[in-house]
């Protein structure tokens, strides 16, 4: 289905650990808990899912909530094939037959009727009801229910209710010390470590920007986008302008304060 990504077997991807959150999830994992993960858009949330699902030897389901999303994209529907109409398990139906994990990126961009769906998967019921069958799923072992979202970007319209938070076992995520960014960088992107420690300088520096001249700080994956571009022969100035200062404002004057900073930088 559309915004999903589904991945078996494969190998763990790089991810450096910024604190106990490997061992949180394993225990979560261990005992059939659901895992929130609260942290800003870019600091390695999404990375972390994959790596600790490739660790576990766990299959993956990934989906992308956005607007549009309704709880009958994750269950599942009646489509036509072949002449006939069959039914068509979802990417959360599978995850529960198969006791694989199922993270939903960014909850709260999906539709209300989403979270009403999840309760009873998220208590000891664990099952998932198919109004559409008739059926009611019991999760299989080594089913695992992993969302995220961004506090720091909610309004009144898309919060994350407490009744569903408390439902979960949380984990505040937050960008990487700037030695520890500088070194996932460096391997990301295959730039000497020292030229990367002045980007993640002036990430730092538009971090401190948010809410002022900025909506959203630098998330590490546009350091590594701006690290990559360097890598293969771009200037400074032009990289950092396309991977970082273009993909947090449209606003030109803005975008001239931002180069200023960038010269003050790399001076």
């Excluded at 994992?29 to 766990?58: D, I």
């Excluded at 694989?100 to 019921?125: N, Q, S």
């Amino acid at each position: 289905m559309d915004g999903t990504n589904i991945s078996k077997g494969a190998s763990a991807p790089f991810y450096l650990a910024q604190g106990d959150e490997c061992d949180v999830f394993t225990a979560a994992s261990a005992n059939n808990l659901p895992l929130l993960l609260k942290g800003p858009t870019g600091c390695g949330k999404t990375r972390f899912v994959a790596h600790m699902a490739a660790k576990l030897g766990r299959p993956l389901y990934t989906v992308a909530c956005h607007d549009d999303l309704s709880a009958a994209d994750l269950i599942g529907r009646y489509l036509l094939k072949g002449g006939e109409t069959i039914w068509v398990d979802g990417p959360l139906t599978r995850a529960v037959r198969e006791g694989a994990i199922c993270y939903l990126d960014e909850i709260v961009e999906a539709r209300k009727d989403v979270t009403v769906v999840l309760h009873p998967l998220t208590d000891d019921r664990r099952i998932l009801p198919i109004d559409r069958t008739g059926e009611e799923l019991e999760a299989a072992d080594g089913f695992m229910l992993v969302a995220s979202y961004n506090p720091g970007y909610q309004n009144i319209l898309k919060s994350l209710k407490p009744s569903t938070r408390q439902r979960f076992v949380s984990i505040q995520f937050d960008f990487p010390n700037p030695e520890q960014e500088a070194d996932i960088v460096a391997k990301e992107s295959g730039l000497d470590l020292e030229r990367v420690k002045p980007l993640v300088r002036l990430a730092g520096k538009l971090r401190a920007l948010k809410g002022q001249d900025l909506e959203e700080g630098v998330s590490t994956r546009l350091i590594v986008y701006t690290a990559t571009l360097i890598a293969q022969g771009m200037s400074v100035e032009r990289a950092v302008l396309a991977a970082m200062i273009e993909p947090l404002t449209d606003d030109e004057d803005v975008k001239r304060g931002l180069l200023d900073l960038v010269m003050a930088v790399f001076g």
